[in-house]
C-alpha cells in the first residue's frame, strides 16, 4: 500500500476548509461558495487527513460538492510523508470494519442534516476505497460509489471481517472502480471479481477503469516519477469529478 491521495485540479480558486467535530467524530470539511445540496464523503487512505487529502475536499467544494471527511485516525495525525508509513500500517491493523462504518453513518447523518445535502456519495482511496465499497453495500442512501485501487486482497487481513465482494454486489448507486494494472497490492483477479461484483447488479450504472503499467496507489504525488502513475492520475481524476458532478449535482 503507498502513498495514495491525489491532488485535485478542479478550479483556479480552490475553497478552503476546516477542521470540525461531528457527532464527536473529527473531521474536515469544506464546502462551496454557493449553496448546494451535492456531497461527497471521503475516506482516507493510509495517509489519513493529509495536506493531499486537504487539498481533494478544497477541489471538490470548489467544484460545488461539499466535501466532508473522515478521519480514519481519530485524532492522530495525518501525513503524506512516506517514512510514517509503518507507524501508518499498525494503525490500520487496529480498524474495525463495524465501528468504522458506523462512523462513516454518523459522518452521513450530518450530511443529510445539518449540511442540508440531498444527494451523498462516497469515495476512497486503497483502505479508503474498501470502506467505501462496504459502505456503499450497507448504505442504501448513496447517490455514488467511488472506489480508487480499492486495497481488497485474495487473502483478507484478520480485521477485514466484511466481505468487500459480496458488498459490491449489493450496491444501489452508480459505482465506478478505478483499478492500476501493475498493482503490487491487489491482484488482477481480485479485481476481476469486484468487476464480476458490480456487473451481477441489477440497479445502478457499473463503471470500471484499468490504467496499464500504473501501480498501486497511483494517485499520490510521491509516485508520480514513474511518469505512468502521473498520467494514470491526470487522466482519472477529471472523470472522476465529472461523475460525481452528475450524480449527486441534479
Known amino acids: 500500500m503507498a502513498?495514495?491521495?491525489?491532488?485535485?485540479?478542479t478550479a483556479d480558486v480552490p475553497c478552503a476548509g476546516e477542521d470540525v467535530t461531528v457527532a464527536g467524530l473529527n473531521a474536515y470539511l469544506s464546502r462551496p461558495r454557493e449553496a448546494s445540496t451535492g456531497g461527497m464523503l471521503l475516506l482516507p487512505s493510509i495517509t489519513g487527513i493529509s495536506p493531499q487529502l486537504?487539498?481533494?475536499?478544497?477541489?471538490?467544494?470548489a467544484a460545488g460538492v461539499n466535501a466532508l471527511s473522515w478521519d480514519i485516525w481519530r485524532g492522530r495525525p495525518g501525513s503524506d510523508d512516506p517514512s510514517q508509513?509503518?507507524?501508518?500500517?499498525?494503525?490500520?491493523?487496529?480498524?474495525?470494519?463495524?465501528?468504522?462504518?458506523?462512523?462513516?453513518?454518523r459522518l452521513l447523518d450530518h450530511m443529510f442534516g445539518e449540511l442540508g445535502c440531498r444527494r451523498v456519495g462516497v469515495i476512497g482511496w486503497c483502505i479508503g476505497g474498501r470502506f467505501a465499497l462496504l459502505l456503499g453495500g450497507r448504505d442504501s442512501r448513496m447517490a455514488n460509489v467511488v472506489a480508487y485501487h480499492?486495497?481488497?486482497?485474495?487473502?483478507?487481513?484478520?480485521?477485514?471481517t466484511l466481505d468487500a465482494t459480496k458488498f459490491t454486489a449489493r450496491i444501489a448507486a452508480p459505482a465506478m472502480i478505478l483499478y492500476p494494472g501493475a498493482d503490487e497490492v491487489v491482484s488482477v483477479e481480485s479485481?476481476?471479481?469486484?468487476?464480476?461484483?458490480l456487473n451481477s447488479r441489477t440497479t445502478g450504472p457499473s463503471i470500471a477503469h484499468v490504467y496499464p503499467g500504473a501501480g498501486h496507489g497511483f494517485t499520490a504525488r510521491a509516485q508520480h516519477h514513474n511518469p505512468v502513475n502521473k498520467a494514470a492520475t491526470d487522466l482519472s481524476w477529471p472523470?472522476?469529478?465529472?461523475?460525481i458532478r452528475a450524480t449527486t449535482l441534479v
Open 3 to 9: 502513498n495514495e491521495i491525489s491532488t485535485p485540479v
Open 54 to 61: 486537504r487539498e481533494l475536499a478544497d477541489g471538490l467544494a
Open 85 to 105: 508509513m509503518e507507524t501508518q500500517f499498525q494503525w490500520a491493523s487496529e480498524l474495525d470494519d463495524e465501528s468504522s462504518l458506523t462512523e462513516m453513518g
Open 150 to 160: 480499492p486495497t481488497v486482497r485474495d487473502t483478507p487481513a484478520p480485521n477485514h
Open 191 to 197: 479485481f476481476h471479481r469486484l468487476q464480476t461484483a
Open 239 to 243: 472523470q472522476v469529478t465529472a461523475f
